[in-house]
């Protein structure tokens, strides 16, 4: 069962114990006879299905092979507010105001930004992104 399910959780195996075996067992006997086994429950490494070594070599042999570094253009989208960047909860009786939130996406190359547009508001929506690359990015060449 765990060979296939790895992730169950104690009252799961314990009611798969007990439907399918007829051994009703408590969770935390349960859990005893897991560890006496010699298992333990570990945090999951969850790994993206893009990941594929193979995938990103040839991706990387082809923009190697067809551009240089002064063609490429990357774009990415940062966030700032009148927030501090250390501390992220605190007990209040009142919720605090961050102030303002500004949505920069800078347009990067390697000599530096090409061009970067502040936004009022929390996120940039699709077509605002779209604005910015054929009215900012585009009209930089």
């Not at 408590?26 to 086994?37: E, G, I, M, Q």
């Not at 960047?85 to 009142?94: D, G, N, Q, T």
């Not at 936004?119 to 910015?132: L, M, N, Q, R, V």
Request: proline share 4%.
């Amino acid at each position: 069962l765990l060979a296939e399910n790895p992730s169950l959780l104690l009252n799961e195996i314990g009611k798969w114990l007990a439907i399918y075996h007829d051994q009703p067992i408590s969770t935390p006997a349960l859990y005893r006879n897991l560890r006496d086994f010699g298992l333990t429950y570990e945090h999951l490494k969850r790994i993206a299905a893009e990941q594929d070594d193979g995938f990103r070599a040839d991706w990387l042999h082809n923009m190697i092979a067809n551009y240089t570094a002064e063609q490429l253009v990357f774009l990415d989208e940062s966030s700032k507010d009148d927030r501090t960047i250390l501390p992220r909860h605190c007990w209040s009786h009142v919720r605090l105001n961050g102030g303002i939130r500004y949505s920069v996406p800078p347009a990067l190359t390697i000599d530096g930004f090409l061009t970067v547009r502040g936004i009022e508001g929390s996120t940039i929506d699709g077509a605002e992104f779209y604005d910015f690359v054929v009215n900012d990015v585009e009209s930089a060449f």
